[in-house]
């Protein structure tokens, strides 16, 4: 996947060490337009690192991550090229839903409309966007997450575990948007722990074990070459002498 000129994002050698610990190490890769790109590894693997290296939360100790062509720090208007959701209990509890929305709404120069587009987009009605985030199930704030994410109208989406929290019918939902979206032409690099639902819904994986990537490809080939035992087996497989590193987390 690497080279790819069309790529949307670009990871090249990103690495981040903790003083003495290498949380992540030369990791490359690639997210296509049309594609969503399953980022897949155990606990501690480095997937949630990498992602705040690429949207500039994290700075990284070597190596960097180019989206749309540039550096996203660097993005004009960011949120209406790129969605993010990396963190969706990160929001300002005393805040309502609407609020969230608005406000970022206002950040990205968007109309007022596009706040209850997105309300009617990710499900959450007139009465839960008026409730405090801080009172809201961790499905509730995926959802909300997600719309804050979509709001700008961006062409690649970064997500770190959306589906979690959700119920069967949200990941259902979760993935018809995720689908609609590639298959128009966007960008998808999501992380998730649910391997089933990477297995049904990513087009290209990128498996991450200690912070080095063990494999990556398309799902198809990554998966005929290991045969009958699908992305469980070969997680486990891969991941098997990267087990989780039990580093403390210090400060970000
Ligand atoms: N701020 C930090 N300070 C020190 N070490 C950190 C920090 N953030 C992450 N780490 C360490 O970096 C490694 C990678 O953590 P990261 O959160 O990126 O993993 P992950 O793959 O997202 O895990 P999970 O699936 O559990 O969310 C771990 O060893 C973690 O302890």
């Not at 409309?113 to 959450?124: H, N, T």
């Not at 049904?200 to 005929?224: H, M, N, P, S, Y």
């Not at 009958?228 to 210090?250: I, Q, S, V």
Request: net charge neutral; glycine share 14%; charged share 25%.
């Amino acid at each position: 996947m690497n080279g790819d000129g069309a790529a949307a994002i670009v990871v090249d050698d990103l690495t981040k060490r903790y003083g003495s610990h290498t949380a992540v190490q030369g990791v490359r890769f690639a997210v296509r337009p049309g594609v969503i790109t399953g980022f897949v590894g155990p606990n501690g693997a480095g997937k949630s690192t990498t992602m705040r290296m690429m949207v500039g939360l994290t700075p990284p100790s070597g190596g960097r991550c180019t989206v749309l062509g540039q550096e996203y720090r660097r993005l004009h208007n960011p949120g209406c090229q790129v969605g993010v959701l990396l963190d969706a209990s990160a929001q300002h509890s005393g805040r309502t839903g609407r609020e969230v929305l608005t406000l970022a709404a206002t950040v990205m120069g968007l109309e007022a409309r596009r706040v209850d587009e997105m309300l009617d987009l990710v499900g959450l009605s007139r009465a839960e966007a008026r409730r405090r985030t801080g009172a809201y199930s961790l499905g509730m704030r995926q959802r909300l997450g997600v719309g804050q994410a979509l709001l700008g109208d961006p062409r690649v989406l970064i997500l770190d575990e959306p589906a979690n929290g959700l119920d069967p019918a949200g990941i259902h939902w979760m993935r018809g948007l995720l689908r609609d979206f590639a298959d128009d032409g966007g960008s998808v690099l999501l992380s998730s722990h649910l391997l089933r639902e990477i297995e049904v819904i990513a087009d290209e994986l990128v498996v991450i074990g200690r912070g080095r990537i063990v494999a990556q490809g398309t799902k198809q080939d990554l998966l005929a070459a290991e045969g009958d035992g699908g992305l469980e087996e070969m997680f486990l497989r891969l991941t098997a002498d990267h087990a989780r590193d039990t580093a403390p987390k210090e400060t970000r």
